[in-house]
């Protein structure tokens, strides 16, 4: 359990990508177009939400502050957004070929990070940026595939977007397996209690008394008056 926890620490949010990066691809493979309709809806009942948000926010707020946070308009825009993407989807639909776009700009965007997650690695000397660099290079033409699509066939550009999400998430489980040995070995060794120095002897008696002329009371003066009599 210590080393599932300890292996599960800071890289939930890279896990959680990779997950729905899997799940996006299989998806795509078994049914591209059934999936995409399934993700408009989903996006329309959020839009929904949003909006029922943005309504109680605008009666809830003063009416000062009303004019400059657009609430009630946010409210509306949203609305009719998820309503349009709950039941007029086949709408949308009938851009398909657009959409195949929009899962490319993604994982190109998504690709350009991990760009730069190797270009750290390599400053940071880690050995492991040479799998990187081809792995990415390798989800980056696959991105720019799609985009281009020189396929005469619809199902082939689903096909290979579905391939291109399966690779980036097992690129990406590849190099979360390798790389943290190294970043969880520093973390240890930052973590361990640092030496403190040794505590200073406390001083020795004659090093702190004073000297014998100092200690001594000096006399009390005598007035002059005391001394004329």
């Known amino acids: 359990m210590n080393k599932l926890h300890g292996f599960l620490r800071g890289r939930l949010g890279t896990l959680l990508v990779i997950l729905v990066e899997l799940a996006i691809g299989v998806l795509l493979l078994i049914d591209a177009v059934a999936f995409t309709e399934k993700i408009i809806m989903v996006f329309g009942i959020g839009l929904i939400l949003a909006s029922v948000l943005f309504f109680i926010r605008y009666f809830r707020a003063p ?21 349009f993407c709950l039941f007029g989807y086949s709408s949308v639909m009938a851009a398909f070929p657009m959409l195949t776009v929009l899962y490319g700009v993604i994982l190109l965007v998504h690709m350009l990070f991990r760009v730069q997650d190797t270009v750290d690695m390599i400053r940071l000397h880690h050995s492991v940026w040479k799998l990187s660099a081809v792995l990415t290079g390798l989800t980056l033409i696959l991105a720019v595939l799609i985009l281009v699509n020189p396929f005469a066939s619809e199902s082939a550009v689903w096909i290979l977007t579905g391939i291109s999400y399966i690779v980036s998430a097992v690129m990406q489980t590849v190099l979360l397996c390798l790389m943290p040995r190294r970043k969880a070995a520093k973390a240890d060794k930052a973590e361990e209690p640092e030496e403190t120095p040794p505590e200073k002897p406390a001083a020795l008696p004659a090093e702190t008394a004073e000297k014998p002329g100092e200690a001594a009371e000096k006399p009390a003066e005598i007035p002059p008056e005391a001394e004329k009599e």
């Open 63 to 83: 009416a000062v502050i009303s004019p400059e946070k657009r609430y009630l308009s946010r409210a509306l825009i949203a609305l009719l957004g998820g309503v």
